[in-house]
T-cell receptor
């Protein structure tokens, strides 16, 4: 059974056109994360939530925003995607010390 | 800056051989974890070792932790073609939920 679901799996957008990636979880975990992962690199933390308490990494560009309307859902909004934002975006939840990742959304920017 | 550094960056071995990957980190940690990522997929948690532990086993996996050297190693014994993936170490800094991943080792196991 899928526990962390990301939609869509593949997203194509145009330069400067806003895009929203979504994540949902069936685990009822308090902590959720968004990571950006570029080819052959480590996942880079963008934000994390503890319940609705939002934590933004200092080097996360202002172009990236996030919303968590309830425990189950979390969204990543990219206001004006640039070519450098093309990447895999990973959502994860956490229980205890273990993170549970979704399959990722691969974003292409044309 | 990135917390964990891993070596080697890439490793190619024959099926049945052992694979060893190393990870170094910079700050104090509560625990260190290893994750696996198949190409184009999300990460899967493999094993966690706490800062007061020195060695841990899970099936064909063996993890060591040396807090004095700020380093860890992951050993996969009797590797299989299905072990082909990227392996990442990850550390939690003390007092928070922030996890930092190393650059990863890309393992290729030839059948």
């Amino acid at each position: 059974d899928a526990m962390v679901i990301q939609n869509p799996r593949y997203q194509v957008t145009q330069f400067g056109k806003p895009v929203t990636l979504s994540c949902s979880q069936t685990l009822n975990h308090n902590v959720m994360y968004w990571y950006q992962q570029k080819s052959s690199q480590a996942p880079k933390l963008l934000f994390h939530y503890y319940d609705k308490d939002f934590n933004n990494e200092a080097d996360t560009p202002d172009n990236f925003q996030s919303r968590r309307p309830n425990t189950s859902f979390c969204f990543l909004d990219i206001r004006s995607p640039g070519l450098g934002d093309a990447a895999m975006y990973l959502c994860a939840t956490r229980r205890g010390d273990t993170q549970y990742f979704g399959p990722g959304t691969r974003l292409t920017v044309l | 800056s990135q917390q964990g550094e891993e070596d080697p960056q890439a490793l190619s071995i024959q099926e049945g051989e052992n694979a060893t990957m190393n990870c170094s980190y910079k700050t104090s940690i509560n625990n260190l974890q290893w994750y696996r990522q198949n190409s184009g997929r999300g990460l899967v948690h493999l094993i966690l070792i706490r800062s007061n532990e020195r060695e841990k086993h899970s099936g064909r996996l063996r993890v060591t932790l040396d807090t004095s050297k700020k380093s860890s190693s992951l050993l996969i014994t009797a590797s299989r073609a299905a072990d082909t993936a990227s392996y990442f170490c990850a550390t939690d800094s003390t007092g928070g939920f922030k996890t930092i991943f190393g650059a990863g080792t890309r393992l290729f196991v030839k059948a």
